[in-house]
């Protein structure tokens, strides 16, 4: 029944969930839930932008037998992050590494797989699911009700709180660290064997600490992605000087300090208001040699890596929110109206800031675009246009970097792929991109698969989809 208290014990703490009923058109089903679990000692005061420290309960002194009682029936708040795109969370903190636990009833003692879920979102929005909060129909209670297993979804911390890599390159990547710390709570919490890591548009980095668990993985996106780090760590320094400007920070000898004194919502300010300027991934993982101890691409081209099940996919239309943002961006009020001049430029701004892109395409990169991604007579010059950003777009984002990944997996495995087809879009991610991407929501429910519209087949909530 709805509100019926559960509890779980482990070797840190008792928890108390709670079990959640899951109604829609389709089915009545109930599964059973554990909110809000910290993994990690609150990322505040000297912890801002430190490595996790696991979390542990305060015991009394002399009594050594004590466990914390925690009641785990409400999620954590959602990181703290940048405000000015769609479907951010109402409810945010800088004290926000929690994790939720969802479970089909009765299945206490007995071994399930594991699903853990890392949210995407450009290492900068972004959160794991709140049944509290209506609206969602990215259902994970839901897959592990239907699917018979234990799933997983964590929080981890965004943009500056989560990648600032000042003053030295050891403090960068603290995101990726969140990621780790939670993959190491459910290693040592599970009593299950097959643990498969499922994420969206985020890159995994190649630690000096092996995973603590593994079996397989469902990447969207690819740590081969240009856009996801960087390597020309003055370039970046340069970069930030505008930020640290807005902030006041200016010392830099002094900067780790007086960023860790700024209360955390005024830097949230700060760094909505920096996003203004500098108008792409503003903290990118870094390759600091030490937890990320080499370039990704590198890693893989020699072959270094752990050869793991994977499933990986890209939809049609991966970039169509990026092309819907790059109109509003050039005050370009519809796609019918992308023609000429404005295309190439807004092709070439697209690329300009890509780390692996040089600062200027060279004239024959030039001359190709012109050549094959220009109007040609005989049809509506804009909506072709647009459909040929939406493919450029795509292929920059994420297809091409998917596919090597791909191919190099395989070739390293000596293996074999499979390939599967989302026949359509949905009307749910183009409403939920919309104000992030004005135009979005004029998307036609019968378009190719947009970006993320393989949530709502993959979390099963069909009352979401268009049938």
Known sequence: ALGQKLIVETDDAIYRGRVLSLNNQQLQQQTVAFLGIPYAQPPI?????????????????????????LNATRAGPACLQRSDQSGTPGRMSEDCLYLNVHSPPGVQGRPKPVLVWLHGGFFETGSVSDPD?????????????????????????????????????????????????????????????????AHRRISHAESRQQGPLSESRLPRGSPLAGWAFVRDLQALRTAHEAFYNLTGCTDHDELLNC??????????????????????????????GQFLQSDPVEAFERGNFESKAVIIGVTSLEGIQLAYRALGAFNVTNQW??????????????FRYVPRFPEEPAPLASEFLQ??????????????????????????????????????????????????FL?????????QMSTWAPGMAKTPPTSPANHCDELTMMQSRKDCLIQ
């Not at 760094?271 to 792409?280: A, E, I």
């Not at 791909?406 to 000596?414: E, I, T, V, Y």
């Open 45 to 69: 005061n000297e912890l801002r932008f430190a490595a996790p420290l696991p979390w542990r309960p305060t015991i009394p002194e002399g009594n050594s037998s004590f466990k914390a009682e």
């Open 133 to 197: 909060q209506t609206g969602t129909c990215f259902g994970w209670d839901l897959v592990a009700t239907r699917q018979s297993m234990l799933l997983v979804e964590a929080a981890y911390r965004l943009g500056v709180f989560g990648f600032l890599a000042e003053p030295e390159p050891a403090n960068g990547n603290a995101g990726l660290k969140d990621q780790q710390m939670a993959l190491a709570w459910v290693a040592k919490t599970s009593s299950t064997l097959a643990v498969t890591i």
């Open 259 to 288: 960023l860790r004194a700024l209360p955390a919502d005024e830097l949230n300010s700060h760094q909505s208001k920096f996003n203004q300027v500098f108008d792409r991934v503003e903290f990118p993982v870094i390759v600091d």
């Open 337 to 350: 109206n992308l023609t000429g001049q404005v295309h190439l430029d807004l092709l070439a701004e697209a």
């Open 371 to 420: 050549l094959t991604l220009t109007s040609y007579p005989g049809e509506n010059l804009g909506a072709r246009n647009f459909r040929l950003l939406t493919s450029a777009l795509s292929e920059q984002a994420v297809v091409c970097d998917s596919n090597r990944m791909a191919d190099l997996l395989l070739q390293a495995a000596n293996g074999s792929s499979d390939t599967f």
């Open 423 to 431: 026949p359509s879009s949905t009307s749910l991610i183009a409403t």
